[in-house]
């Protein structure tokens, strides 16, 4: 019996690309419910999907921050029973904190924090009735390691990471998983908003200084960062395929090997200023230095640090 799997933000990036996966796999294994808030959008994924449309993947309409609307998806479901719950969809802010409004701040709790929490909540009762699921929410690397203007983003994530890892002792009873996937940089429509939004800002009440190293440090470095560190979604999706398959999903699974070292020196010392020293340095004393700390991190973490996945 296929299983059946529930993703969230379907309309682009990873989610589209992970529906379109699972939904082709050759031994029909999964059946998607592949969700988006604006169906007018889902013509590329319909097109990305091909002859699995309408079989083993079936859209629906799905906002995540509506609780009306997350439990019409899921009384559309028999029994509401979800196998695997994805929660993939998600919003970034970049910017200094002073000069961002109160209101996009709560947005992005909303739809990070607050709409993953709210799918939980509805899939569970389900999944401890039947005594298994697999529960799967897209964090980042930024859940691990804040990130500089990338404050309220990286809070989000946190506290997805918090949420999680406290539900997984619970669940453990039940013989349901849950799993963190945290992807470095990846190179979907995220960015791209994220530079619209701040093409558009004229971030008030910011101080010259905090102006300049956002837009001619961080900037730069970030863009850098996309081009030279980038995943595609499709290497992401393969890689939360590695982890749905699992017979015993990790809690947490980097996707990005190149990003270990600096997770690691937060693990390496417990009063963070090493981690926060050194992303100081990596930003703000030049490209070269920043490739040479890569180089030597890679060389100190080496790999030992990837989570061990096996496959079923
Ligand atoms: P994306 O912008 O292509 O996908 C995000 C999707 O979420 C979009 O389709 C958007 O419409 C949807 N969404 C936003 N608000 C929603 C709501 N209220 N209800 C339903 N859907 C909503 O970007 P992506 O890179 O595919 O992002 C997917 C996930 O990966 C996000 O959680 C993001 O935080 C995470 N992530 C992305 C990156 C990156 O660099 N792109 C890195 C690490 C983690």
Redesign the pocket.
């Known amino acids: 019996h296929p299983r059946t799997v529930l993703i969230?933000?379907?309309?682009?990036?990873?989610?589209?690309q992970l529906a379109v996966k699972l939904a082709q796999d050759p031994q029909q294994r999964y059946h998607v419910i592949a969700?988006?808030?604006?169906l007018g959008?889902k013509e590329k994924l319909e097109t990305a999907a091909g002859e699995a449309l309408g079989r083993t993947l079936t859209v629906a309409q799905?906002?995540?921050?509506?609780e009306d609307s997350v439990s019409a998806c899921l009384n559309s479901i028999e029994g509401r029973n979800v196998d695997v719950l994805v929660s993939?969809?998600?919003?970034?802010l970049v910017g200094p904190v002073e000069s961002l409004s109160m209101a996009d701040i709560r947005k992005v709790f909303?739809?990070?924090f607050f709409?993953a929490v709210q799918l939980v909540k509805a899939v569970l009762p389900s999944m401890k009735q039947r005594r298994r699921g697999h529960i799967l929410v897209?964090?980042?690397?930024?859940g691990l390691q804040g990130v500089i203007f990338n404050d309220i983003?990286s809070a989000s994530?946190f506290a997805l990471e918090g949420f999680c890892e406290s539900l997984a002792v619970q669940l453990l009873q039940f013989n349901i998983f849950v799993s963190l996937v945290?992807?470095?940089?990846?190179?979907?429509?995220?960015?791209s908003?994220l530079m619209d939004q701040v093409s558009k800002a004229d971030f008030p009440g910011t101080d010259h200084d905090t102006l300049n190293y956002f837009r001619n440090v961080y900037l730069p470095a970030s863009k850098e960062i996309?081009q030279t560190l980038?995943q595609s979604?499709e290497d992401?999706a393969q890689a939360i395929v590695r982890v749905i398959d699992s017979t015993q999903p990790p809690l947490r699974y980097q996707t990005n090997a190149r990003y270990m070292p600096l997770i690691a020196l937060k693990y390496a010392d417990p009063s963070g200023d090493l981690s926060v020293r050194t992303s100081y340095r990596l930003l703000f004393r030049g490209q070269h230095f920043f490739r040479l700390s890569l180089c030597c991190l890679r060389f100190l973490s080496g790999n030992c640090l990837r989570p061990k996945v096996s496959p079923m």
């Open positions: 969230t933000g379907c309309s682009s990036g990873i989610g589209l969700t988006m808030r604006d959008k799905m906002d995540v921050c509506s993939n969809a998600g919003l970034g909303d739809t990070n709409g897209i964090s980042s690397v930024m983003y994530k945290e992807p470095g940089p990846v190179n979907t429509d995220f960015e908003k996309f980038g979604p992401v």
